[in-house]
């Protein structure tokens, strides 16, 4: 049974950091790839970046370039969103999916978590 719990988020003032965590159980991370994605209020999810099966790293938003890094840990089945440099607009109820493979198209996003939410705000 595939389930995917997302954790890490919080209050963070501007310029801080946050590590998320998103640990898979039902399907290993070597035969998928896992995208965060981020839900602001009143506002579409959409894709920020995605982990691919063999570990490469595809953005969907520029603005998170250079701020933003997914990694992951095979053994442990959990995928890592570190951020740092956090603005004010990085508020947002953050999720991470199955995706496979990463191509930040709607419809590739399959089962995703209950959400974390981070917000940046002094």
């Known amino acids: 049974q595939l389930q995917i719990v997302e954790s890490g988020g919080g209050l963070v003032q501007p310029g801080g950091s946050l590590r998320l965590s998103c640990v898979v159980s039902?399907?290993?991370?070597?035969?998928?790839?896992i995208a965060w994605l981020r839900q602001a209020p009143g506002k579409e999810r959409d894709g920020i970046l995605c982990?691919?099966?063999?570990?490469?790293?595809?953005y969907y938003v520029e603005s998170v370039k250079g701020r933003f890094t997914i990694s992951r840990n095979v053994t442990q089945n959990t995928v890592f969103l570190q951020m740092n440099r956090l603005k004010p607009e990085d508020t947002a109820t953050y999720y991470c999916?199955?995706?496979?493979?990463?191509?930040?198209?709607?419809?590739?996003?399959?089962?995703w978590g209950q959400g974390t939410q981070v917000t940046v705000s002094s």
């Open positions: 039902g399907i290993t991370l070597n035969l998928t790839g």
């Open positions: 999916a199955i995706e496979k493979p990463c191509s930040g198209l709607p419809a590739g996003y399959d089962s």
């Open positions: 982990i691919s099966i063999d570990g490469e790293t595809t």
